[in-house]
């Protein structure tokens, strides 16, 4: 399965940006990267998913690297509320070894008022 | 519109016992996926129904076993159930379920508890 590498912890303050890496250094051409997260005592919650280009939704925007090698999830203005754990997913075409979304262990950001 | 449904919320068993959880999926959504979370952890793939048959599975023993029904809806039954099956159960439908850049919305989830 590729795999991805995230930090286990962030902190940001309220209202200000907050940029979340993942590395996924053996993405294959064809694996999409997603973002869900899981605010407490919740089921997670999709973000964003992106192939190649950058990605923009109402809750986040998604910047991938030239090579695709890594990514990050960008919140323009944090909130109390995004206070969550973050996983970086990558998932493959059906029939491949990534296909199934395989969860790690993910980024817990803490938000400070 | 509702999302995605589970019951129960929480469940007790004992060891040896078996168990059934519900899922309704979002409306218009055909494909649902299980989940395992155990405390302090990331959920962790079971299994996926489309079409009303298992398409995926992960690395669950066959104690594990799954139906969805011609509405979508879905079951997951847990036979013989170890202290080490205490997790919350997720249940996620999305419309695209196959493929790649599908999106899943996630239920509340169940909470086992095995004693």
Known sequence: ?113 | DAGVTQSPTHLIKTRGQQVTLRCSPKSGHDTVSWYQQALGQGPQFIFQYYEEEERQRGNFPDRFSGHQFPNYSSELNVNALLLGDSALYLCASSLYGLAAFDEQFFGPGTRLTVL
């Open chain 1, 1 to 113: 399965d590729a795999k991805t590498t995230q930090p286990n912890s962030m902190e940001s303050n309220e209202e200000e940006p907050v940029h979340l890496p993942c590395n996924h250094s053996t993405i294959s051409g064809t694996d999409y990267i997603h973002w869900y997260r899981q605010l407490p005592s919740q089921g997670p919650e999709y973000v964003i998913h992106g192939l190649t280009s950058n990605v923009n939704n109402r809750m986040a925007s998604l910047a991938i690297a030239e090579d695709r090698k890594s990514s990050t999830l960008i919140l323009h203005r944090a909130t109390l509320r995004d206070a969550a754990v973050y996983y970086c997913i990558l998932r493959g075409s059906y029939g491949g070894a990534t296909n199934k979304l395989i969860f790690g262990t993910g980024t817990l950001l803490a938000v400070q008022p």
